[in-house]
């Protein structure tokens, strides 16, 4: 009998339609983990990805993208996230429009990019995408509104979605799957969820999307985490002293942020699934290069 803490996903149907996933290369950025994984030395950093995903209906052939990673014109964020990089290493050996052409498509091409949230590593260069429709969550509408210059202290960017061709998801998480109470059937035939992941920042999303026809998944879960020893509960989300003095942590509502993460590691019970988070710097080295990465695909976990 399967255990509250294991939570069950649906059944594949007949003919049952799935999402080929590929990891996209969208630059590396220095960890300082002091400020993401409690009990960190002053003095620990690591280098991470900031990874972007392509992903391919098997059926209808459509493309999406989830989030966009960093662009290489640092220059344009605003003043407070220049502030952050400030003596810290910000790799874009390759963004996320050339990972794209290296795979054998055009930016022009992408119809929809779903942004997991607005931070400078997830959002790329949404100019480079004339023809697509950005999904965020609803949260996210205020936050861009309010954004740098509107916000001069802001770290995020109005500029980051057009806001012409963003749409902004509340209504559609009608449903619930596995252990999420809010989640939006995108294609409505269960290949790929889009799951309301609040706690890291306003509207941030996640995408649960099946990658074969007979239960094989993959959960991208953004910035739900920085490290998956806090998935694993191995260790605990930090809270940092600032240089003001005052306490912070990276979650914009910690309680909301450890109860998602606390769901999505209940997925680590559940056969056939693979749980990714944008900065996981171990699989990032034991998969760079491979083929997990466009044109590849990431093999679905048997």
């Known amino acids: 009998m399967t255990s509250p803490s294991t939570p069950t996903l649906p059944d594949p149907g007949p003919d049952q339609a799935y999402m080929e996933v590929s990891a996209l290369e969208a630059g590396q950025l220095e960890l300082r983990m002091r400020l993401f994984v409690a009990g960190s030395s002053p003095t620990e950093s690591r280098l991470a990805p ?28 605003p003043p407070a996230v220049r502030q952050l990089n400030a003596g810290r290493a910000v790799i874009v050996s390759q963004t996320v429009e050339e990972s794209l052409r290296k795979g054998g498509i055009e930016p022009t091409d992408v119809k929809t990019i779903i942004i997991s949230h607005l931070h400078f590593d997830h959002v790329g260069q949404c100019s480079s995408f004339p023809n697509a429709t950005f999904i965020l969550g609803h949260e996210a509408k205020d936050l861009v509104a309010h954004a740098y210059p509107s916000d001069p202290d802001s770290l995020c960017l109005q500029s980051a979605v057009p806001p012409e061709r963003t749409r902004f998801l509340d209504r559609e998480f009608t449903q619930t799957v596995g252990p999420f109470p809010r989640a939006y059937d995108y294609f409505g035939d269960g290949s790929m969820y889009i799951i309301d992941a609040p706690g890291h920042l306003p509207g941030h999303l996640n995408v649960l999307a099946r990658t074969n026809a ?58 056939k699934v693979l749980v990714l988070l944008a900065h996981d710097y171990r699989w990032y080295e034991e998969n760079k290069g491979g083929e997990g990465f466009l044109p590849g695909c990431i093999a679905p976990v048997m």
Not at 57 to 70: E, K, P, R, W
């Open 214 to 271: 007979t239960g094989s998944w993959i959960y991208l879960a953004g910035d739900t985490a920085h490290d998956t020893r806090i998935l694993t509960g191995e260790r605990e989300v930090a809270v940092a002293l600032q240089p003001d003095r005052h306490f912070r942590c990276i979650h914009v509502d910690k309680e909301k942020a450890e109860e998602h993460i606390r769901l999505v590691r209940t997925l680590l019970n559940v056969p």
């Open 50 to 77: 900031s990874l972007a995903f392509h992903l391919r209906h098997s059926a209808a052939g459509q493309q999406l993208l989830f989030d966009l990673g960093i662009r290489r014109d640092l220059d344009s964020h």
